[in-house]
């Protein structure tokens, strides 16, 4: 299709508890980028793939967070542990050439 | 890496002014300038880029032009509306490695 289509759009978890939140990137998009925004509105660069492998993790933190992108499934990023200030909202980009990107509608994750 | 700078994080502007929205950035190498809008609680769309290669761009209400020695870009909106009201984010490019600005807040005030 031609929309990035990101779910769960709301996603509530305990503190400690595990997050999964799902990206399917517009078919023929090889670069998926995933960033974090906070209520600030800024958005922080997380990690970006190229197909199935990993592009650029900088901003990932080393810990709790991890993501995938395999062939066939729509990506995922993970967060274990979560933390009361992993509550954001998570937007998934997709791109055919890693520029001009096209924006899901976010994972609003909320840590209680 | 790039980074990129936004200003101002707020602007007021009066239906039908204009509004302006500054970034510089770093990388020297940077070839590509997106601008994003982001209205309340949905995504970010793009509504204008450039190339380095370009100097200006013009697309209705909205320009966006770039100086490449001073390394910095902006956002030009005309007659602004109610509807412009947002949060928009400029971006640089380079090299498969694109980084924000931390946006500014619109309101266009009726």
């Known amino acids: 299709g031609e929309e990035v289509a990101q779910t769960p759009k709301h996603l509530v978890r305990g503190e400690g508890q595990k997050a999964k939140l799902y990206c399917a990137p517009i078919k023929g998009h090889s670069y998926v980028f995933w960033y974090q925004q906070v209520l600030k509105n800024e958005f922080k660069f997380l990690i970006s793939f190229q197909n199935e492998n990993v592009f650029d993790e900088t901003g990932m933190p080393k810990e709790r967070f991890s993501a995938k992108c395999l062939p066939n499934s729509p990506c995922s990023l993970e967060i274990q542990a979560t933390k009361l200030e992993d509550s954001a909202v998570y937007f998934c980009?997709?791109?055919?050439?890693?520029?001009?990107?096209?924006f899901g509608s976010g994972t609003r994750l909320t840590v209680v | 890496g790039e980074n990129v700078e936004q200003h101002p994080s707020t602007l007021s502007v009066q239906e039908g002014d204009s509004a302006v929205i500054k970034c510089t950035y770093s990388d020297s190498a940077s070839n590509y300038f997106p601008w994003y809008k982001q209205e309340l609680g949905k995504r970010p769309q793009l509504i204008i880029d450039i190339r380095s290669n370009v100097g200006e761009k013009k697309d209705q209400r909205i320009a966006v032009t770039l100086n490449k020695t001073a390394k910095h870009f902006s956002l030009h909106i005309t007659e602004t509306q109610p509807e412009d009201s947002a949060v928009y984010f400029c971006?640089?490019?380079?090299?498969?490695?694109?980084?924000f600005g931390a946006g500014t807040r619109l309101t266009v005030k009726p």
């Open positions: 980009a997709s791109s055919p050439f890693s520029e001009g990107y096209t």
């Open positions: 971006a640089g490019y380079n090299n498969n490695d694109m980084r």
